[in-house]
């Protein structure tokens, strides 16, 4: 088994030979490495893509907006994903940002998770009718583990979540009166004594 | 009174970090002091009469054990080279996470001897091997056959049986990933493991060295004197290898210069040194001249570093002993500011070391921040703006800003990886080829490239625009948001300049590794002996801690 060192620094080198700059390609390594970490085929996909590269021009998006659509071939997902981070105060402030075609969607995922690290937010990824929950950087949810990504999506459309809660406010009043059980009643003496500060305030 | 940390622009500087020397935070010492109250154990020894075959050796504490396991193997002389290149050694060695299983011991047996062309497991932490110093491996084995201790002029010179060629970890050839493990306490510390498995290889040459011997000749060997054991180390020869590492890892070279750095301002800041404490010091300066006038090198750029630090050395224990009142307030900021006027640097960082030998109170506490986790400081802060960072650059980098790039000399250099060996290599610009393949190392240059570039965009623009059209630069871009945060993250030097020292980069490293006796061999690679004067694995619970002075060799 090859270890996630191994991946980053080879990832890191060979981005650097089909010519990315090598600040992209450190890029590149770390997030080949969190997506090989969460179980996905970084470097499957990223061999094929790195394939196509040289026989197809994709193109690069520097400047995100709401909606993205390319002039002729798929956009790069790297150059698509270093942006994406890069921008990241501006595009989260997008209700919903629309991509259309990306080349090997799977790769601008492990840039997204990072994304949502940085910005302390869920996302939410569709593309062609999937479903992907980026937490944090902590992990992908997908209904991709017994299927293999696609080479091309047409279509991506990515939110980010609000912080809230999953559960109701009766849901968690319910748990918190439990919780409550481990608490010790006051009586008049305790509340004098037993907090030390706060007694003598008026200074 | 309160002491400033020293100016990163002096201490980063390639001279001053080729200057500095092991102390009490370095990590084979603090290794030592980590696993004192493990219990020791040699579980498998089975060699045959000539020392080839298989020993394993362990540290355990309640259920965590740490295993290395040995192959010696028999190979011919004209196979035997120090160089990366080598495919044979005398013997290869892994550290094991746990007891190691038959079938592990099967699995690693195929593997370990191969080294970078074998796979290892996660279950396998750090990977190693070494070379005999045949003259004296031989030398040894003929006297103790014969019922006599060694030659001890002879083992001084030398000061090991074995060296070590190199020591992999992190994930390298398959090993353990730093994450698997990094929460384990232990092993809260650089190198921890690494330090663990070169101290439990020199027990091992001890442990073949009698075995050989008693099967040469069994009814008259001796075993080596525990005493002669102690006083050699392990050796180690180094190439370019490592030089890279410092600058691919900036938060960390940053942890360990400014932990040294902190100890040695704390010590500057003690008002009144206790009798014991300024003994102490005093002892172990006086002591530490047996290593100086036993440091052997060829090198004449080392013969002519040792002769000034030797006289340079003789001058501040005359000065101690006769012009110096300890009792004075803040005794130790009055001898770093006379070091600084009166001796070289290399002189300057030998007792800025042996100062801190009184204060565990102080080195103790401070290990635990030696480590870094650098992922943290990754992504970079792309609202920022341009004007920010060149203010960064201004303030961080005042004395790269100054060299001149477009002079040849400036940029003679390039650094790049060999594709026979995948090893860091340095090589003239102007007279090979291969510098399109350059290595993102020349941080100097690049840095005032990227300044010069800032010079000429809109202040206010944010640094995800700038990146936008100049991702060349995006490499050094992060390196000056971290070294804003972490003020001893980059060499502040020339690393491609005509004039480089290679062997400074290599002797930082190693003397943060707690190595002595730094041999240079040609300006790119050195030996060194490490745990010379060590206590043994059975001394473990109560040895001295200034042991590194107390070596007879």
Request: net charge neutral.
């Given at each position: 088994?090859?270890?996630?060192?191994?991946?980053?620094?080879?990832?890191?080198?060979?981005?650097?030979?089909?010519?990315?700059?090598?600040?992209?390609?450190?890029?590149?390594?770390?997030?080949?490495?969190?997506?090989?970490?969460?179980?996905?085929?970084?470097?499957?996909?990223?061999?094929?893509?790195?394939?196509?590269?040289?026989?197809?021009?994709?193109?690069?998006?520097?400047?995100?907006?709401?909606?993205?659509?390319?002039?002729?071939?798929?956009?790069?997902?790297?150059?698509?994903?270093?942006?994406?981070?890069?921008?990241?105060?501006?595009?989260?402030?997008?209700?919903?940002?629309?991509?259309?075609?990306?080349?090997?969607?799977?790769?601008?995922?492990?840039?997204?998770?990072?994304?949502?690290?940085?910005?302390?937010?869920?996302?939410?990824?569709?593309?062609?009718?999937?479903?992907?929950?980026?937490?944090?950087?902590?992990?992908?949810?997908?209904?991709?583990?017994?299927?293999?990504?696609?080479?091309?999506?047409?279509?991506?459309?990515?939110?980010?979540?609000?912080?809230?809660?999953?559960?109701?406010?009766?849901?968690?009043?319910?748990?918190?009166?439990?919780?409550?059980?481990?608490?010790?009643?006051?009586?008049?003496?305790?509340?004098?004594?037993?907090?030390?500060?706060?007694?003598?305030?008026?200074? | 009174?309160?002491?400033?940390?020293?100016?990163?622009?002096?201490?980063?500087?390639?001279?001053?970090?080729?200057?500095?020397?092991?102390?009490?935070?370095?990590?084979?010492?603090?290794?030592?002091?980590?696993?004192?109250?493990?219990?020791?154990?040699?579980?498998l020894?089975?060699?045959?009469?000539?020392?080839?075959?298989e020993a394993v050796?362990?540290?355990?504490?309640?259920?965590?054990?740490?295993s290395l396991v040995c192959f010696?193997?028999?190979?011919?002389?004209?196979?035997?080279?120090?160089?990366?290149?080598?495919?044979?050694?005398?013997?290869a060695f892994t550290l094991h996470d746990?007891?190691p299983s038959r079938d592990d011991i099967e699995r690693l047996k195929n593997e370990v001897p191969k080294q970078?062309?074998g796979r290892l497991s996660?279950k396998e932490?750090?990977l190693?091997?070494?070379?005999?110093?045949?003259?004296?491996?031989?030398?040894?084995?003929?006297?103790?056959?014969?019922?006599?201790?060694?030659?001890?002029?002879?083992?001084?010179?030398?000061?090991?049986?074995?060296?070590?060629?190199?020591?992999?970890?992190?994930?390298?050839f398959g090993l353990?990933?730093?994450?698997?493990?990094?929460?384990?306490?232990?092993?809260?510390?650089?190198?921890?493991?690494?330090?663990?498995?070169?101290?439990?290889?020199?027990?091992?040459?001890?442990?073949?060295?009698?075995?050989?011997?008693?099967?040469?000749?069994?009814?008259?060997?001796?075993?080596?004197?525990?005493?002669?054991?102690?006083?050699?180390?392990?050796?180690?020869?180094?190439?370019?290898?490592?030089?890279?590492?410092?600058?691919?890892?900036?938060?960390?070279?940053?942890?360990?210069?400014?932990?040294?750095?902190?100890?040695?301002?704390?010590?500057?800041?003690?008002?009144?040194?206790?009798?014991?404490?300024?003994?102490?010091?005093?002892?172990?300066?006086?002591?530490?001249?047996?290593?100086?006038?036993?440091?052997?090198?060829?090198?004449?750029?080392?013969?002519?570093?040792?002769?000034?630090?030797?006289?340079?050395?003789?001058?501040?224990?005359?000065?101690?002993?006769?012009?110096?009142?300890?009792?004075?307030?803040?005794?130790?900021?009055?001898?770093?500011?006379?070091?600084?006027?009166?001796?070289?640097?290399?002189?300057?960082?030998?007792?800025?070391?042996?100062?801190?030998?009184?204060?565990?109170?102080?080195?103790?506490?401070?290990?635990?921040?030696?480590?870094?986790?650098?992922?943290?400081?990754?992504?970079?802060?792309?609202?920022?703006?341009?004007?920010?960072?060149?203010?960064?650059?201004?303030?961080?980098?005042?004395?790269?800003?100054?060299?001149?790039?477009?002079?040849?000399?400036?940029?003679?250099?390039?650094?790049?990886?060999?594709?026979?060996?995948?090893?860091?290599?340095?090589?003239?610009?102007?007279?090979?080829?291969?510098?399109?393949?350059?290595?993102?190392?020349?941080?100097?240059?690049?840095?005032?490239?990227?300044?010069?570039?800032?010079?000429?965009?809109?202040?206010?623009?944010?640094?995800?625009?700038?990146?936008?059209?100049?991702?060349?630069?995006?490499?050094?871009?992060?390196?000056?948001?971290?070294?804003?945060?972490?003020?001893?993250?980059?060499?502040?030097?020339?690393?491609?300049?005509?004039?480089?020292?290679?062997?400074?980069?290599?002797?930082?490293?190693?003397?943060?590794?707690?190595?002595?006796?730094?041999?240079?061999?040609?300006?790119?690679?050195?030996?060194?002996?490490?745990?010379?004067?060590?206590?043994?694995?059975?001394?473990?619970?109560?040895?001295?801690?200034?042991?590194?002075?107390?070596?007879?060799?």
């Open positions: 088994m090859r270890s996630l060192s191994e991946i980053e620094t080879a990832v890191k080198r060979a981005s650097r030979a089909v010519g990315f700059s090598w600040g992209n390609s450190e890029e590149i390594g770390k997030s080949i490495r969190q997506l090989e970490l969460f179980g996905l085929q970084g470097i499957k996909n990223l061999n094929q893509y790195y394939k196509d590269k040289t026989t197809k021009k994709f193109e690069d998006l520097n400047l995100i907006n709401e909606k993205n659509e390319p002039s002729l071939e798929a956009y790069c997902p790297i150059i698509l994903g270093i942006s994406f981070l890069d921008q990241i105060k501006s595009v989260e402030s997008y209700e919903i940002i629309k991509i259309k075609k990306i080349a090997y969607p799977v790769i601008f995922l492990s840039f997204l998770s990072r994304a949502s690290e940085i910005s302390g937010k869920k996302i939410h990824v569709i593309f062609d009718k999937n479903e992907i929950l980026l937490n944090l950087n902590v992990n992908i949810y997908s209904n991709f583990f017994h299927q293999e990504f696609p080479n091309f999506s047409n279509e991506i459309e990515i939110k980010f979540l609000n912080n809230q809660d999953s559960f109701t406010e009766s849901e968690w009043n319910s748990l918190y009166k439990l919780a409550e059980n481990t608490f010790v009643e006051e009586s008049d003496s305790l509340k004098q004594g037993a907090a030390g500060a706060g007694l003598t305030d008026n200074d | 009174m309160k002491i400033e940390l020293r100016d990163p622009n002096t201490i980063m500087k390639l001279s001053r970090l080729g200057s500095f020397h092991q102390s009490k935070l370095s990590f084979l010492r603090s290794f030592l002091s980590e696993f004192k109250d493990w219990d020791y154990k040699r579980d020894f089975n060699l045959d009469h000539n020392g080839y075959g050796y362990s540290f355990k504490k309640k259920d965590r054990v740490y010696a193997n028999e190979i011919d002389d004209q196979e035997r080279s120090d160089r990366v290149i080598a495919t044979k050694w005398d013997a746990g007891v970078e062309v996660f932490l750090t190693s091997r070494a070379n005999k110093s045949v003259r004296v491996f031989n030398h040894v084995v003929d006297s103790l056959s014969e019922g006599k201790q060694p030659d001890l002029e002879l083992l001084s010179k030398v000061g090991y049986l074995y060296r070590t060629t190199a020591v992999y970890g992190s994930g390298k353990a990933d730093r994450f698997r493990i990094k929460n384990r306490e232990e092993i809260n510390g650089p190198f921890r493991l690494e330090m663990m498995l070169v101290y439990l290889v020199r027990q091992f040459t001890f442990d073949q060295v009698n075995h050989v011997a008693h099967h040469k000749n069994p009814k008259s060997a001796v075993k080596l004197d525990k005493q002669i054991c102690k006083n050699l180390g392990i050796g180690n020869s180094t190439g370019l290898g490592m030089a890279p590492f410092i600058v691919n890892h900036p938060t960390l070279l940053n942890n360990w210069i400014l932990t040294r750095e902190t100890a040695l301002k704390k010590i500057r800041e003690i008002k009144d040194v206790k009798e014991k404490d300024r003994e102490l010091f005093i002892d172990c300066i006086k002591k530490s001249l047996t290593n100086i006038t036993s440091w052997n090198t060829d090198s004449e750029y080392q013969q002519k570093k040792i002769k000034s630090l030797l006289k340079n050395i003789k001058k501040f224990i005359d000065y101690i002993e006769n012009s110096f009142d300890f009792k004075a307030e803040y005794p130790f900021n009055k001898i770093y500011l006379w070091l600084e006027k009166n001796v070289c640097e290399e002189s300057i960082e030998y007792v800025v070391s042996i100062m801190m030998e009184p204060y565990n109170n102080i080195t103790e506490p401070l290990v635990s921040n030696m480590s870094s986790d650098e992922d943290r400081y990754f992504n970079i802060p792309t609202n920022r703006t341009v004007n920010e960072l060149q203010k960064i650059i201004e303030n961080k980098y005042p004395n790269i800003l100054d060299i001149n790039f477009d002079q040849k000399e400036s940029q003679q250099n390039f650094w790049f990886i060999s594709k026979n060996k995948e090893e860091p290599r340095l090589a003239d610009r102007f007279e090979e080829h291969g510098s399109e393949l350059e290595q993102p190392l020349a941080i100097a240059r690049d840095i005032k490239k990227l300044y010069e570039k800032l010079l000429s965009e809109k202040n206010n623009i944010t640094i995800a625009q700038f990146l936008s059209s100049n991702s060349e630069l995006r490499h050094v871009v992060r390196r000056a948001f971290i070294v804003e945060k972490f003020p001893y993250s980059e060499i502040q030097d020339n690393t491609i300049g005509k004039d480089i020292v290679p062997i400074d980069m290599l002797r930082l490293k190693l003397s943060f590794f707690g190595a002595l006796k730094f041999d240079p061999r040609s300006d790119k690679w050195l030996r060194i002996c490490m745990f010379q004067g060590a206590p043994l694995p059975t001394e473990l619970k109560n040895y001295d801690d200034q042991w590194v002075y107390k070596s007879n060799n």
